[in-house]
């Protein structure tokens, strides 16, 4: 699995990656239950750090900074890293260019895309995002770009669905392109703590992404 950084330091298991989108539940005196999911939706990631040598930035993040957005990189799955192939040398990053392809109406969850350059392979469960707002979202579709040819469009389905319209030709952003747009919790803990005199722990850190 890549590694991935928060505030420089490395990011260790555990790490957990949720969606969150309330879901209403009531019963009935059948006791048929009915379930109502909001459109609302959020990702919260958790996860601990390597601190040996970044206590001091892990610090000054976890005092300051709890009412200012952040990025980072989007962590991916295991399994989508190691499946993860796409590449091209158009872009930063070498990664490969894809459009969506005409205007794409908020709420949509299928997008119309086509490719402009690159190769590979980007697996269905990638985190991705669109140029022209921060949101990011879960590819359910995956995209082989050594079968597409630079005039083919296909469909790619993605949860949850579109908060903002994506115009024409609104660049998909893919990998270390991906970053989280973020708010610290409350809940993480506002300093560090040395477990032997040497080794430090800011604890547990979750983010939470900033709509």
């Known amino acids: 699995m890549s590694t991935y950084y928060y505030k420089g330091s490395p990011i260790l298991a555990p790490l957990t990656i949720e969606s969150n989108q309330p879901i209403f539940v009531s019963d009935t005196v059948s006791l048929k239950q009915i379930r109502t999911a909001m459109n609302a939706q959020r990702w919260e990631v958790s996860f601990d750090t390597a601190t040996n040598d970044n206590a001091v930035e892990l610090l000054l993040a976890s005092c300051d900074g709890q009412a200012n957005v952040a990025t980072m990189i989007m962590p991916q799955l295991k ?31 299928t997008i119309t895309i086509h490719r402009l350059e690159g190769v590979g392979f980007v697996p269905k469960g990638s985190f991705i995002k669109f140029a022209n707002h921060t949101k990011i979202y879960l590819l359910k579709t995956a995209i082989n770009l050594d079968t597409m040819l630079l005039t083919d469009t296909v469909d790619i ?26 708010f610290p919790s409350i809940d993480n803990a ?22």
């Open 190 to 211: 506002k300093g560090i703590t040395y477990r032997d005199g040497i080794l430090a722990s800011p604890g547990t850190t979750t983010i939470i992404e900033a709509l």
């Open 157 to 182: 389905e993605i949860y949850p669905s579109l908060r903002v319209a994506v115009p024409d030709s609104a660049q998909i952003k893919l990998g270390a392109e991906v970053l989280i747009s973020y």
């Open 79 to 109: 399994e989508v890293d190691d499946a993860y192939t796409a590449d091209g040398d158009y872009v930063v990053n070498n990664g490969p260019l894809l459009f969506s392809d005409g205007i794409t109406a908020a709420g949509s969850t």
